[in-house]
């Protein structure tokens, strides 16, 4: 059960080729409806969330640990939805969290700016070239800013795809007869393996956004024997009850067997892990 998704700028028309994909393939077609299901999922304001996964981090994002939440939200439930496979995603982020996925093809649909310009003012009838130009270099520049901030990657950059398309001389049908072509080989097919990579990347999203609710900063792995291990664990995660809570809660939602907590010495070097195991 294959998944593609589908990264573009605003009025590229890669809604258009995702739309006529899914219906070629028999697949399921999402895009807000992963923002939809994190907010209702996490209680979180739709906008919050659509903002964190845009606009470029300020210098308040670093203090008030929001963007780490909301993003971690986003994951959890973008992830969730991509398990089910015979999915095309057309939105936000979602080429940065399957980048090791094999049966995932990634695309990017870029059009030419006047093209963009033309689409968008067709659709937003009172706004002038002028305006809808800068508007969308500065959603470009926004996006770009995002990927560079968080994951050190330009959105634009095409090795984060395994295929790139321009609407000009190959037209939406053009493309999606070639994606259609694509998605068919076998090195795009679902195996015990990737699917197995897919399901672990879920759960350990799941933890994540656990986690980053008791603190917002701690890094999250998780190993082949079900141990999790935390390293610069601050927040509410310093208290022992609330760690000891923390991991019944693991054990019986993920059958977790042991966390680890890596925590610096005051020396500055880090000390020998500090274990909670199953007991």
């Not at 969730?80 to 936000?92: A, D, E, Q």
């Not at 603190?215 to 022992?240: E, H, M, R, W, Y």
């Amino acid at each position: 059960m294959p998944v593609i998704t589908i990264s573009r700028g605003s009025y590229s028309r890669g809604k258009e080729v995702a739309e006529r994909l899914a219906g070629e393939l028999n697949y399921e077609c999402i895009s807000r409806e992963i923002l939809v299901s994190a907010s209702d999922q996490f209680n979180t304001p739709e906008i919050k969330l659509k903002n964190a996964l845009h606009n470029a981090p300020s210098v308040l994002d670093r203090f008030s640990n929001g963007r780490e939440r909301y993003i971690s939200f986003f994951k959890t439930s973008f992830l969730s939805c991509m398990s089910r496979g015979n999915i095309i995603y057309h939105g936000l982020a979602g080429h940065f969290f399957l980048q090791d996925i094999p049966h995932v093809l990634k695309i990017r649909i870029n059009a030419k700016m006047e093209d963009r310009i033309q689409e968008e003012m067709r659709r937003e009838k009172n706004s002038s070239p002028e305006k809808v130009l800068y508007n969308l270099k500065k959603d470009d520049e926004e996006r770009r800013k995002w990927g560079l901030s968080l994951y050190g990657k330009d959105t634009w950059d095409s090795r984060l795809y395994d295929m790139v398309f321009c609407v000009d001389s190959l037209t939406v049908d053009d493309i999606v007869d070639i994606i259609i072509k694509t998605i068919g080989k076998k090195q795009f097919q679902e195996t015990p393996d990737s699917t197995a990579q897919l399901r672990i990347k879920a759960m350990l999203a799941e933890i994540e956004s656990q986690v980053v609710q008791l603190s917002p900063k701690t890094k999250v792995t998780l190993s082949d024997d079900f141990t999790i291990q935390l390293s610069a664990v601050n927040g509410k995660l310093k208290d022992s009850d609330t760690r000891e809570h923390f991991f019944r809660r693991m054990k019986e939602q993920f059958n977790i067997q042991q966390i680890v907590y890596q925590e610096p010495s005051s020396k500055g070097h880090v000390n020998n892990f500090h274990n909670i195991d199953a007991g």
